[in-house]
Structure formats: C-alpha cells, structure tokens
T-cell receptor, first 114, second 111 residues
C-alpha cells in the first residue's frame, strides 16, 4: 500500500486566496483525520470523518475552513479566504474501524500564506 | 477531556547513553498508545503501538512500556545514536477512534 497520500507537499499563496489541500487515505480505512501542526500549538485535530461522514468538526478554527469527503478514497480541506496565521503543516491520517489499530499519517502539506 | 503530557520537552544526551522519554495521560479508558518519531520538516513515523491490554512492546533498540492504571508510558531507546535525534510524540487512542497527542520531546544525541 502506498500509505496516506497528501498533495501538494508545499503550497505558497497570497492572503485572501483559496487553498485546497488533498488527501487519499489507505484503502479500507474507515476513519480520516485532518490535523494542523504549528510550533506554538503543536498538533491540533481539526476534523474527522467516519465512512465519509463528518463526525466532529469542533477543531475547525473558523468558518473559513471547510472539509469534505465525497468518497472513501478522497478528502479535501479548503481555506477560503486564507490568512497568514493559517500558515502551518497540515496532516491527514487514517485508521481502520477496529480499535486495536494505530494511525497512519501522510507526509503533510506545508502551507505558507504571505 | 483526555490530556497527554510529555516530559521533558527537550533532552540532550551524549551518543551511547540510553534515552528515557515519558508520557502521561489523564483518562485511562484508552484503546492503545502509539509512539511516533518526527524529523524536522517531515511527517510522523509510527514507532511502536501498545494495546491497552499490553504492558510493553519492543522493536530493535526501542522498548515502550504502558501502565494504563496510572496513565503512564515510557519509551526507552538503548545505546542512542546521532540518527536518533528527532522529536518523539506519544498519542493515545480512545472512544471515537480519536487520537490525542502529547506536546513531544525534542531529542538531540551528540556525537
């Protein structure tokens, strides 16, 4: 298996622009998670899906952030409009429904908003 | 609400010394605990996964223990090498399959 695949690896955009981050989970994994990592706040859970349905989006910082999972093999995290304080590394992770499995993380997308 | 703490936040040791990294969590109702390694600018690599019913897990020079009742886990790295320099994160998985992370321990192994 190729693991969790995220794209792009790096994104530099201007303030006010729309940014879309993409994630392909491991096939067969029922849960998908979006995390954000910054030096100040560490790893924060933004939102997670179970069988393509959003379960908990309480970590999404503002209405500017939205996430979708149209099917079991694809998810997007969108920021519109982007702001400099959104600069961070965004990770996607997936795990099977069984409790005894661990998480697998993607390589992350480093977002810089200038 | 589950809280995970890692102490110390940073650690510097000479090459060859054993490393001891600590992780504590407030709610013992967990499914498992996972230790990750993160190199600068990179993603998270899973090192060890300990189920809630297990006491320890070993992989090469790495050994992780779990005391669920006291809410503690320890990661031991034997005979440290400069290549072990990285940030180590522990995370607990609980109800809803949610993972809660500690703040990490940044390790520097000096040659």
């Amino acid at each position: 298996d190729a693991g969790v695949i995220q794209s792009p690896r790096h994104e530099v955009t201007e303030m006010g622009q729309e940014v879309t981050l993409r994630c392909k989970p491991i096939s067969g994994h029922d849960y998908l998670f979006w995390y954000r990592q910054t030096m100040m706040r560490g790893l924060e859970l933004l939102i997670y899906f179970n069988n393509n349905v959003p379960i908990d989006d309480s970590g999404m910082p503002e209405d500017r952030f939205s996430a979708k999972m149209p099917n079991a093999s694809f998810s997007t995290l969108k920021i519109q409009p982007s702001e400099p304080r959104d600069s961070a590394v965004y990770f996607c992770a997936s795990t099977p429904r069984e409790e005894n499995y661990g998480y697998t993380f993607g390589s992350g997308t480093r977002l810089t908003v200038v | 609400k589950q809280e995970v703490t890692q102490i110390p936040a940073a650690l510097s040791v000479p090459e060859g010394e054993n490393l001891v990294l600590n992780c504590s969590f407030t709610d013992s109702a967990i499914y498992n605990l996972q230790w990750f390694r993160q190199d600068p600018g990179k993603g998270l690599t899973s090192l060890l996964l300990i189920q809630s019913s297990q006491r320890e897990q070993t992989s090469g020079r790495l050994n992780a223990s779990l005391d669920k009742s006291s809410g503690r886990s320890t990661l031991y790295i034997a005979a440290s090498q400069p290549g072990d320099s990285a940030t180590y994160l522990c995370a607990v998985k609980a109800a809803g399959n949610k993972l809660t992370f500690g703040g990490g321990t940044r390790v520097l192994v000096k040659p």
